[in-house]
């Protein structure tokens, strides 16, 4: 019970409306397996802030459904995708297919978030974002969305060739208030802000460590100073 005791002080500590154990309760996709699946990768570790996503795509018949869940400690940002299958047609026969990522915090490349409000006209700061999608970088993979370029002239018919923009994101959670409800959208921001932290605290004592001599090194220029003051 360590992971989940961890997960109660991570989303106490941070103020987030949900322990990790009941955002997996909630989306009710194994949460037990899954549960120990992060606890597992913790090892031990406090989780500061999580994030529990649920995702589901219908295939004709077949309903398949998906679990992204980020589990976040001062140096380490965890990654877990569930996804399960059935073997058979009538659903008897199921499989769990687990893959687990361990990135440490300080080779967080960027950490970028989109929002989208409705009626932004009447926007009051009490309004609460209906939409958040959260993208994380890490390894220096990009994604490239092209399409066709277009002019100013609605009549224009001619070949202006192609657009497009590149992302750098090695993972993208859209959290939205209507599909997962407004206290997901809250903790994916909460979450945001958590690794953000986490991130600068971690390249900052990268930074301090890298400026600061070594005990020896300091030691033996006191050493050399020494012996030329001797001299």
């Given at each position: 019970m360590t992971g989940m005791n961890a997960f109660r002080a991570g989303g106490s500590h941070i103020e987030q409306g949900q322990t990790l154990e009941q955002a997996l309760q909630r989306a009710g996709f194994y949460p037990l397996l899954v549960g120990d699946v992060i606890e597992e990768a913790l090892d031990g570790s406090p989780c500061i802030a999580h994030l529990a996503h649920l995702e589901t795509h219908f295939d004709q018949t077949e309903v398949h459904r998906h679990?992204?869940?980020?589990?976040?400690?001062?140096?380490?940002?965890?990654i877990a995708h569930v996804d399960d299958q059935q073997l058979?047609?009538?659903?008897?026969h199921v499989v769990a297919q687990i893959s687990t990522e361990t990135v440490p915090v300080r080779q967080i490349r960027s950490v970028v978030l989109n929002y989208l409000y409705t009626q932004p006209q009447d926007y009051k700061p009490s309004d609460p974002v209906r939409e958040l999608t959260l993208s994380i970088g890490w390894s220096g993979g990009q994604r490239l969305d092209?399409?066709?370029?277009?002019?100013?002239?609605?009549q224009c018919e001619a070949d202006h060739g192609?657009?497009?923009?590149?992302?750098?994101?090695?993972?993208?959670?859209?959290?939205?208030?209507?599909?997962?409800?407004?206290?997901?959208?809250?903790?994916a921001k909460?979450?945001?802000?958590?690794?953000?932290?986490?991130?600068?605290?971690?390249?900052?004592?990268?930074?301090?460590?890298?400026?600061?001599?070594?005990?020896?090194e300091t030691t033996g220029r006191g050493s050399r100073f020494g012996r030329s003051q001797h001299r």
């Open positions: 679990i992204t869940v980020l589990a976040l400690t001062e140096e380490l940002l965890i058979d047609e009538q659903g008897e092209i399409g066709p370029a277009a002019c100013g002239d609605p192609y657009t497009g923009t590149i992302t750098h994101e090695d993972i993208a959670l859209r959290i939205s208030a209507e599909a997962d409800g407004l206290i997901a959208v809250q903790d909460i979450f945001a802000r958590a690794l953000r932290s986490a991130n600068s605290r971690a390249l900052a004592a990268g930074s301090s460590a890298e400026l600061s001599p070594s005990r020896s």
